[in-house]
């Protein structure tokens, strides 16, 4: 009899075992890859299959959901992201039936389907350090099917500039006795440096294509709107100057790519370099090339890389973090945390804003999550370092009352109205509506009303720190709502009232005058203009060219 | 990051490009927004017209000399050329017969014939080339510019090739049919219209020029398009007999036997023997144009 | 496209060559605006073509503000519209508005 406290080594013995077969050294075959699943995945498995915002294991995900259903069954995905087909077709054939995630953007729609005919069990929709978190208490992994740039003979892997999931996944799964299979895109003898060391894991397969790369994090801005100029001169001259905003995220879209390309023109001529902008927690976006060439740039964190930045990253190692190979080290697990606790700013946007300041991006009939978004648009309540941003917030929050903490600022950025007239504001949330027709427990809210701290419009903005009631909220959200139904239901002489004591605030009130949004102000009007920002050495990917 | 900012041609709209292209004030608008020209064609079909029904003519001076200036606005149902469309920029000529101007300069910025309009736009889509040839045989000439996110394709494509000379950025592009359309009949492996940079290499302005389709090639900035209308209107006007045309065909000819086998810019770069053809779609006018001048034969025909 | 036209109260403009003005190109989510003189001095009429139907009253709520905004008084405004928002609707509205102001 082996001792009852080991049994978790002795079932991952049991599994290498069966595995053995299939593996010259640590090396399986591409055409084996089904079989060794078979042989390593035990049904009733929780699996983790790497999928992440960019980088995704696509070869593990199609081999997974090519196994055969009578040999794996029950399985339990936990996963980042639903991002691929065949991370439907896991579930739509019978292989898996669990799921708890963060995010599914390009696949919600299936993913509400099969939900809808209880295909899928949802756990829970998770922010990713959440998920993360729950992969170290009650979600361990027993495999993880991960994505490495390149691995050599031993095992040891090179991950590329796009680590983002990986080292949270495979250090829950390998130190909890469980299995740990990589694809790669290379074979080489020596790698240009280890970020998984080789006794993490047990096997990896040279994938037929590199894994799949979504330029997710580019903006083109020749896309970018006078409207979203107009916004992004509030963002600068009212929010981050006013606070002297030096740490933050940005949320990708053209509204804060819009911020990033203002830096070098219209802050530059506020006065603003040096003291705004300085370090980041951000993926490599290209629209803030042109604000790192200018200098105001000290440092940037990323989660993953980007698709044609690796030369330019990797010629700025005193912006971005890189190795000793001189590529860029992304850590998605690491990022998060700097963005929920060092920073003092998220911006983004949103798809719908509630009279209480709840903002969400579900929309009916789609299951699209939430990714890490609330984590950087929350306000960490276990900080307890001070900045004169996370201070000035926090006083404004306590009013009369003592602070006895600061706040970070958490802005939405949005334009009334999207296209087609849907508007942004709205009396309830259409997340209310998904969670009753899916069975939820809550309705899936992107970031809380109590954690919003300004919602910037083309109207202007609003301060919701300032804001003394529940009564003064909605009105001060009404009051930049424009006009939207919510906006033109404002209460006029409140909305007058909030304005003289700067709760809201006007393009006027803050001395901007509409007529200088204009896409001049741009200090990159083209994907071109960022390459020739970079010095050529920004390569972008062949779908955003006109050259 | 204190590069001198552009006016880009291409961002700009019909009457920005207008502005400045020809002196400063000049220019005076005919058959303006105010007359309400609109496209019979598109009310019918119950979809939004523009009040100068996609393009701006008029008359105006370049460096003090009189010319008459057309510009199709791209982003009006991508430049598209309907009846009245095609009827303004065909009286233009029309017009350039009896004033005797010392240019038509023409900003095309279309992908051909508004299909909404069907034969309508094909009948003032000839009426047009007639009329611009009839100005040309009458010792007028005509300039295109091209830099617009539409380029010319289709019957423009057509347009842009009667003109005395074509001034083209390299984001502007110039073909017959139109990259998707291509795709669509011949099958994504013969033409992948979603791959930009091809697309580019293959119909935009430094391959254009450098076949000799494009007189000259600038960056994308408004300045750049007026010195090279200027330049180009402080020529001889070009000769236009028998053994130009003669001599244009030839060289045709020659041309497509020489890159028979090219699929892509690149390989007529290379052809044409420019080091590292790979680096050229990064490289301003100025190095290209230089580049250019270097080879023992510069460019094909023209 | 919904077509409908409305005469609101503004104050006198006083260019007396407010000539034909266009501001904008119609494309998707955008507009074109053409000035021109109209009737009553104190009213500025106003000719909405759009291709959005049902938000009429969100037109005259922005066209409204627009013609308090400025002197819009003895101007007509033609609008041809392809689905621009409220937010770009206002902003051709006050570039095309105020380009007459900065000129008188």
């Known amino acids: 009899m082996g001792a009852p406290w080991n049994q978790r080594a002795a079932r991952r013995a049991r599994r290498l075992e069966r595995l053995a077969p299939l593996t010259r050294g640590r090396e399986i075959a591409a055409a084996d890859m089904v079989a060794a699943l078979e042989a390593a995945i035990e049904p009733g498995d929780r699996v983790c299959l790497e999928g992440n915002n960019q980088k995704q294991a696509d070869f593990l995900a ?486 | 990051m204190n590069r001198p900012h552009r006016h880009s041609w291409f961002e700009a709209d019909a009457r920005a490009r207008i502005a400045g292209l020809v002196d400063a004030g000049s220019f005076r608008e005919l058959c303006g927004a105010h007359e309400r020209l609109t496209s019979p064609h598109l009310a019918a079909l119950d979809l939004p017209a523009a009040f100068d029904d996609g393009v701006v003519v008029g008359e105006a001076t370049l460096d003090g000399r009189p010319v008459l200036v057309g510009a199709q606005q791209g982003a009006f149902n991508g430049g598209a050329v309907g009846e009245i469309h095609g009827a303004k920029l065909r009286g233009l000529f029309e017009r350039a017969r009896r004033t005797r101007p010392a240019a038509v300069l023409l900003a095309i910025d279309s992908g051909g014939v508004r299909l909404h309009e069907a034969n309508a736009g094909l009948i003032a889509i000839s009426e047009l080339m007639r009329a611009l040839l009839a100005a040309r045989a009458d010792g007028i000439p005509v300039y295109g510019l091209i830099g617009g996110s539409c380029g010319a394709f289709g019957g423009m494509g057509i347009v842009a090739r009667l003109c005395d000379a074509l001034v083209m950025s390299e984001e502007g592009r110039l073909g017959l049919s139109g990259p998707e359309v291509i795709e669509t009949v011949k099958g994504v492996d013969e033409f992948d219209s979603k791959d930009r940079a091809l697309v580019w290499r293959v119909t935009g302005g430094k391959l254009r020029r450098s076949l000799g389709d494009a007189t000259m090639l600038v960056d994308d900035d408004i300045a750049s398009f007026r010195d090279a209308a200027r330049s180009l209107l402080a020529r001889p006007v070009p000769a236009r007999d028998l053994a130009a045309l003669d001599a244009d065909q030839r060289a045709l000819a020659q041309r497509a036997a020489r890159y028979a086998e090219a699929r892509d810019g690149l390989d007529i770069w290379r052809v044409l023997g420019l080091p590292d053809p790979g680096a050229i779609p990064m490289l301003d006018a100025a190095d290209f144009n230089r580049l250019l001048a270097s080879l023992p034969s510069p460019t094909e025909a023209a | 496209m919904e077509r409908f036209t409305l005469s609101l109260p503004s104050v006198p403009c006083t260019r007396a060559d407010a000539a034909a003005a266009l501001c904008g190109v119609v494309s998707s989510g955008n507009l074109e605006i053409l000035v021109g003189r109209g009737g009553a001095a104190d009213r500025c009429d106003i000719e909405v073509n759009t291709s959005a139907h049902g938000f009429r009253d969100t037109w005259e709520a922005v066209l409204t503000d627009a013609v308090a905004r400025h002197a819009a008084g003895g101007l007509a405004l033609a609008i041809n519209d392809a689905g621009a928002t409220p937010a770009v609707v206002s902003l051709r509205l006050d570039q095309a508005l105020e380009a007459l102001e900065d000129r008188a």
């Open chain 1, 62 to 547: 199609e081999s997974l959901a090519d196994c055969s259903p009578e040999r794996l069954h029950d399985l339990h995905m936990v996963q980042s992201v639903l991002a691929l087909p065949s991370h439907i077709d896991v579930f739509e054939r019978g292989i898996a039936n669990r799921l708890d995630f963060s995010f599914s953007g390009p696949q919600a729609n299936r993913l509400a389907r099969l939900v809808q005919e209880r295909r899928i069990a949802i756990g829970a929709i998770h922010t990713y350090l959440e998920l993360f978190g729950r992969y170290f208490v009650d979600l361990t992994p027993d495999v993880c099917l991960i994505a490495a740039q390149a691995a050599d003979a031993d095992g040891n892997l090179y991950l590329g500039p796009n680590t983002e999931d990986t080292p949270a996944i495979v250090e829950a799964t390998a130190f909890r006795h469980g299995i740990v299979v990589a694809q790669v895109n290379e074979k080489l003898a020596r790698l240009p440096r280890v970020d998984i060391p080789a006794d993490w894991t047990d096997a990896f397969v040279v994938a037929p294509r590199p894994n799949y790369i979504e330029p997710l994090f580019t903006r083109d801005p020749s896309l970018i709107t006078e409207i979203q100029v107009l916004m992004a001169m509030m963002a600068i001259k009212g929010i981050y100057a006013e606070y002297g905003v030096q740490r933050l995220n940005h949320g990708i879209g053209f509204d804060t790519a819009a911020i990033e390309l203002l830096l070098p023109t219209y802050a530059e001529s506020l006065g603003l370099r040096g003291r705004i902008c300085k370090h980041w927690a951000l993926n490599p976006h290209p629209t803030l090339i042109p604000a790192i060439e200018a200098g105001f740039v000290e440092s940037v964190h990323s989660f993953g890389s980007e698709v044609g930045m690796e030369n330019y990253v990797a010629a700025r190692s005193d912006v971005f973090f890189t190795g000793r190979d001189g590529s860029m080290r992304s850590n998605r697990a690491f990022c998060q945390t700097a963005g929920l606790y060092a920073c003092d700013m998220f911006i983004g946007s949103t798809l719908q804003i509630d009279l209480a300041g709840n903002s969400s991006t579900a929309t009916l009939g789609r299951i699209a999550g939430f990714g890490g978004a609330p984590n950087m648009g929350s306000d960490a309540r276990g900080r307890r370092h001070a900045s004169p941003a996370w201070l000035r917030a926090g006083r404004e929050r306590a009013g009369d009352g003592i602070a006895t903490r600061g706040q970070k600022l958490v802005v939405q950025t949005v334009e009334t109205f999207r296209e087609h007239m849907a508007p942004a504001f709205v009396e309830r949330l259409d997340a209310w509506q998904l969670m009753e027709d899916m069975g939820m427990d809550l309705p899936p809210i992107m970031i809380h009303g109590d954690d919003v701290t300004h919602i910037v419009t083309e109207e202007g903005i609003a301060n919701l720190l300032l804001c003394r009631s529940a009564a003064e909220r909605e009105q001060a959200i009404r009051g930049v709502a424009g006009y939207t139904p919510v906006g033109r239901a404002r209460d006029a002489r409140m909305v007058e009232n909030l304005r003289d004591r700067g709760v809201i605030r006007r393009p006027d009130d803050i001395g901007i005058d509409k007529r200088d949004a204009t896409r001049d102000l741009l200090a990159a009007r083209s994907i071109k203009d960022l390459v020739r920002a970079s010095g050529g050495l920004y390569d972008p990917p062949r779908r955003f060219r006109n050259w």
